[in-house]
């Protein structure tokens, strides 16, 4: 597996959307490259590594093919390297808001806080998140007068597909 | 940019290019009168992408965030300014912004400069000072850009809230100027363009006693049809006429909005959840539109990145207005002028119209500024002060889709319980929890970094001894991924309400902009602010409003989750910019956008700055438009009413004009 196949069944595994809507086959915005390229700024090329190391050991690893093949890895990873839950987690939050977090451990009421920074408009719009509401971007939607007024396509159309 | 003077020269002088300046250009325009704008921002850019993106890449999307100067990332963030503010002293055209609020007391970051509150004082004492809630933009075609589009009317006893409650102050004339303005809120909703359903509009003033007659009667038809309610409002519909306020029944209203239902001169609206900070395909109005059309008329000139300075007098009559010229937002000022007309219109909104006169004090005479002998230029600021309540429906109801607001609840703006406290429209929200906790992102990271900021990830219960915890089958604090946070997020954003309680403020002399002794780039002084909330009839809505979101959000069979605000600070690093406490409960407001008040209409010299025709009473031939004529900020939102005053100033300046 090359890395870009791997980050993407991670990614799979941590945000819970399918592969045609992380990595379609006709992916104009290659979002997931913007997003591997940022992974490793932010956490080192050898921790990705490592990860995504550490990810294919566990996959090879896992009897059948389960249909949440790919989120019983992470669970496993998880266990087994906790040190990158907290990368992973940061990555996860990445695909959903587009930006890269900074959490801070004040205050200990609310177990801490995040602040992000937001990589480029291309993240912005298509983050996750917007699609998890079934929604659209706050600033830029592709639907028409009045969908508002209706209910949205199922959750499953938003998770399995590219906007 | 070239000004061509005119061989008669200019007619009128303006001073920005907003909704309100741009109206009166317009006007005197289209009648053959030669009008020269000054403009302290920049031009409308040639795409409104430019400004699009910057929202895009805004860590805050604040509603000032696509608009120059850049509030973000200016300077490297520091651990007292994360977001990298620029300092108000380094730039040409600073202003306030929403980002500036938690940090009031630092005068390194706010542009308007407060004194810190007076040592030792209790958290419910009337004097005790915060933070405005409210911003502007200084950009050719003004605050509008950030505008949510809501065309409401006010009402007749707005205007006589004293004769009639005891309350405030009237309008001149009381409900007669309410009359005399319907002809222009008529020809207002066509220059916005209003989406509105009729039938609905009349029930409602119906319930107020309103009766509307001639040429706003029967035959009156807005622009566009009503705007399509969305989900969200068609429950609050069903649900909340089985309640009351005051013994005044409750029920929805669609509002009416500056936004095209139907595809026009600009786009249908496509319902991008975006009004503020920026419509990307212009389907809502802004005052970049009809500063497009004063312009087209062949007879307005403006001028850009030219900033107001000083207003001259010869006797009592303005000769002149000076101006400071820069070319980049952080560069030297490349030159100064003087604009001279026969009349002079003042549209710099309620913060920099009052810091303009004020700083104008050098006229022989006129020591305390231009068309201040009242001594009321800058004092009676106000805004509606928010109370903001949110909570989850039983039902999917499919937020963060359509325009931002559709609807309210407009039935307890006026009622004889306006003799004890403000009145209030509720505003419905489309957005979810956009605004209250800036979802989606709290949301999000709560669940997956085991935070709970929003109490839907912890053990807390609401103010109704419910518990908070969304999913009572997982842990507190729990760290999701995968398909579980995929359903837990889906199940929460779909389901979230938000409502906004627009709570009218009296006017406090008191509350007030002065000139501080720190100064722009340019050398022109910063605001300074000084706002209290003191009267118990506003504070009085606080507590009703609290009490009807509770009632409200039982009716819909939906959780509560308005959080109770953290105790006031009143001294330290971290002062408290807008918590109070009043009868043993504890309240943040927010601001509605609405800066009102500065520079006030009224029927005597004494205690007001301008007559009812907005003609300063100290200087015949200067005129002011914008929200800072009210006396009071009323019950609705203000820009119709901005729009009809400006429409009816420009007539009574063509009258002096002959």
Redesign the interface.
Known sequence: MDPMDTFISLSIGLTGFKRGALAPDDDTHDIKSLYLKTFVERVTQATVDDILLWYRLIDKQLLGNPPDREERVVTLLFADKPEYELPCRKLLFLWYAGAWPTVIDTPASTHGQTFSEVISADSYTQGLVWRVMQSHPMGSTTYNYGYWANPPPPLSAYLENPV | MSIVTPSGGFDVVIVGSGIAGSIVAYQLGKAGKQVLIVEGGPPVPKSREEY??T?????A?TPESPYPPTIQGAVPATDDN?LGQPNPSSLNTPRYTVLQINAWQNRNISYFVYDAPQAGIAPDSPELTFAFGSSYERVAGGTTWHWLGTSLNNLPNDFQLKSRYGQGVDWPGGSQFFYRLLPYYRKATEVIGVSADKQAMVELYKTFNVEFSGEYGDNYGFPMPGI????NDVLYAQKVTTLKVDDIPLFVTPTPQGRN?RPGNRR???????CIP?C?IQAKYDGSVTLAQALQTGNVQILYKAVASNIRLNGNQVSGIDYITYDSQTGPSTGTGTVTAKRYVLAAHAIETPKLLLMSKNNPGWPNGVANSSGQVGRNLMDHVMYLAWGLAKD?I??????LS?AGIEAARDGAFRSQRAAYRIEIG???W?WATND???T??DF??????TQLN?DSLNQQSQPLRFDPTLPA?S?L??????NA??AI??RQLRLGYLIEQLPDPDNRVQLSSLTDNLGLPRPAVTYRIRDDYVRNAFVSAKQVSTQIFNALGAKEYTQLPAAVQSSGDTVTPTTFEYKGDRFTFYGAGHIIGTYRMGTAPRDSVLNRRQQSWDHSNLYMVGSGVFPSTATANPTLTIAALALQAADNILHDLG
Not at chain 2, 228 to 231: I, N
Not at chain 2, 268 to 274: E, H, P, R, S, V
């Open positions: 699009l993106q929202f895009f890449t805004s860590n999307k994360p399509v309610e969305s989900m239902s249908q609206c496509a319902g991008n959840t975006n920026i990307p999917p499919y937020a963060f889709r359509g325009p559709t489309n957005e979810g956009n989606p992102n709290t999000l990271s997956i970094f085991g935070q709970n900021n912890g604090f760290k991924f995968g398909t579980r946070l995929v997020l889906n954003y779909v």
